[in-house]
C-alpha cells in the first residue's frame, strides 16, 4: 500500500532534514518515494544529483520500477501519457494512442494497485433533466476525471527517463536533460499543489474541518486547488512555483475565473513559493489567505 503524499513528504524529509524547504520540495518531486534508494549531497546541485542517479546508475533505478511489467506496452506507453499530460483522461488516452475500453480497464488496474488514483470531477452536470437542451458549441464537450500519480518518483520517472531510456542506456543524456530544464518546473508544480491541499487541510482541521478537497475544472477555468469545508464554506487556491511574488493582479485574476465559473467563494489561499507583494501582505482581507514556502513546514511536524 503506497503512502499518502504528506506522509510520503515527512518520511522524504526524514531523510534529508538538512535541505531548506525549497531544495526538500524539488528533490521530493524527483525522488518522493525512493528517498532509501539516493544519496544526496547538501552541496550537489540537481543537474549533478540526477546525473548521477538516472544516468550513471540508470540500471539501478530501473530495476526499482515494480511491478516490472510497468516498462511494457501498453502501460508504459499510458504511464507516459499520464506523466506528461494534463491528467485529463480523454486527453491521455488520445496521446497514448488507446482506445477509451482498454485505457479504462488498465487505469482500473493501476489505481488498484496503488500506482495512480483517480480524482473526480466535481463539475454539475450540463443536463439537470434527460431532455434539456445545450448549447451547440457544449455538445460535445464531457466532463472528465483526471489521473494522478500516486509517488512523484514515478511521475518523474515515466515523464523524464523513461521516454529517453534507450539513449540514457548509451550513456547519452543531452535529449533528457534538455527535455528536464524545459519541463521539469511543471513536475515540482504539481507535487507543490498536492502538498498545498495538505496543508490547507491542516489549517482547517481544527475550526472547521474540509470535507473536499482537491483541483476543479469545468467548461470555462482550471482551479489548483477548491476546497469545501464542514459548515458549507467555499475556499478557492491559486498555487505558484514561481522565481517573483505572487502580487494582487494574481489575486484579481483568480476573482474573475471564479465568478466567470460561477462559484461563490468564501475563502481565497494563494500559495508562492517566492512570497507575495507588500500590497497583499498588508492587506486587512480576512477572506485571503497566504501560505508561502516556510508555511509547508507545519506538514512535517
Known amino acids: 500500500m503506497r503512502k499518502h503524499i504528506k506522509q510520503q513528504f515527512k518520511d522524504f524529509y526524514s531523510h534529508f532534514t538538512y535541505l531548506e524547504m525549497e531544495q526538500a520540495l524539488e528533490y521530493f518531486a524527483v ?12 552541496f550537489d546541485d540537481l543537474d549533478e544529483i540526477i546525473m548521477h542517479n538516472f544516468v550513471l546508475k540508470y ?7 515494480t511491478p516490472s511489467y510497468l516498462l511494457e506496452a501498453p502501460y508504459r506507453t499510458l504511464l507516459i501519457a499520464i506523466a506528461r499530460g494534463d491528467g485529463k483522461l480523454l486527453n491521455i488516452f488520445r496521446r497514448a494512442r488507446i ?13 488498484a494497485t496503488g500506482i495512480v488514483q483517480i480524482e473526480l470531477s466535481r463539475e454539475h452536470p450540463l443536463k439537470h433533466y434527460p431532455k434539456q437542451k445545450i448549447k451547440k458549441t457544449l455538445r460535445s464537450y464531457r466532463i472528465q476525471s483526471k489521473i494522478r500519480f500516486m509517488d512523484p518518483f514515478l ?21 533528457f536533460f534538455q527535455n528536464f530544464h524545459l519541463h521539469y518546473d511543471r513536475c515540482v508544480s504539481l507535487v507543490f499543489e498536492q ?13 472547521d474541518p474540509l470535507q473536499s478537497k482537491g483541483g476543479f475544472w469545468d467548461q470555462y477555468s482550471e482551479f489548483d486547488l477548491l476546497s469545501l469545508t464542514k459548515s458549507g464554506k467555499i475556499i478557492l487556491g491559486e498555487c505558484k512555483y514561481k522565481g517573483r511574488k505572487i502580487c494582487k493582479n494574481e489575486l484579481n485574476k483568480l476573482q474573475e475565473k471564479a465568478l466567470h465559473s460561477g ?16 500590497e497583499l501582505l498588508q492587506s486587512k482581507d480576512a477572506s485571503v489567505l497566504l501560505f508561502d514556502i516556510e508555511s509547508f513546514k507545519q506538514l512535517l511536524v
Not at 525522488?31 to 547538501?42: A, E, L, N, P, T
Not at 540500471?59 to 520500477?65: T, V
Open 31 to 42: 525522488f518522493g518515494g525512493m528517498q532509501s534508494y539516493v544519496d544526496i549531497d547538501f
Open 263 to 278: 462559484i461563490h467563494v468564501d475563502y481565497y489561499a494563494l500559495f508562492s513559493k517566492n512570497g507575495f507583494s507588500n
Open 99 to 111: 482506445n477509451e475500453t482498454v485505457g479504462g480497464e488498465l487505469v482500473a488496474e493501476l489505481s
Open 195 to 207: 502538498l498545498s491541499n495538505e496543508l490547507l487541510e491542516l489549517q482547517f482541521q481544527v475550526r
Open 155 to 175: 511521475r518523474f520517472w515515466f515523464g523524464f527517463v523513461e521516454p529517453y531510456r534507450h539513449q540514457i542506456k548509451d550513456g547519452k543524456s543531452h535529449d
Open 59 to 65: 540500471s539501478q533505478f530501473d530495476a526499482l520500477i
